[in-house]
């Protein structure tokens, strides 16, 4: 079971990653003048970094407690997921969200 649950936080380092990746890539989608592109493709992950960084990662300076850390990380996952669907990749935007929310109740139960 140590295993499982080492692969399990290991899959969420992932998909953190993913959630930047998939800001990122909508940014730099817009149909929008070349400044404007970077600004977004580099910013909303940057952003979404920060935020993570200051209240969801395990070393937050303030790290919230659930179920607000929680509701804040399906917001964070939720627009990672909306920019997919917006960039016109539905189908990793369903696979994005759904993985997150296995990923998350996993590591709820496991805690």
Same mark, same amino acid.
């Given at each position: ?11 969420? %380092?992932?998909?953190?990653?993913? #959630?930047?990746? =998939?800001?990122?890539?909508?940014? %730099? ?17 940057? #952003? ?6 200051? %209240? ?7 790290? #919230? ?15 990672? =997921?909306?920019? #997919?669907?917006? =960039?016109?990749?539905?189908?990793? =935007?369903?696979?994005? %969200? &759904?993985?997150?929310? &296995? ?9």
């Amino acid at each position: 079971m140590a295993i499982l649950q080492a692969v399990n936080l290991g899959l969420r %380092f992932v998909l953190e990653l993913c #959630l930047l990746a =998939a800001l990122g890539y909508w940014g %730099f989608q817009l149909e929008q003048s070349w400044p404007i592109r970077i600004a977004a493709g580099l910013g909303t992950p940057l #952003l979404a970094a920060a935020i993570w960084g200051m %209240f969801v990662a395990p070393k937050a300076a303030h790290l #919230l407690a659930d179920p607000w850390r929680f509701a804040l990380e399906i917001i964070l996952f939720g627009l990672g =997921a909306g920019a #997919l669907y917006l =960039a016109e990749r539905p189908s990793l =935007a369903a696979a994005l %969200f &759904i993985i997150f929310l &296995i990923n998350r109740v996993l590591v709820m139960v496991w805690k």
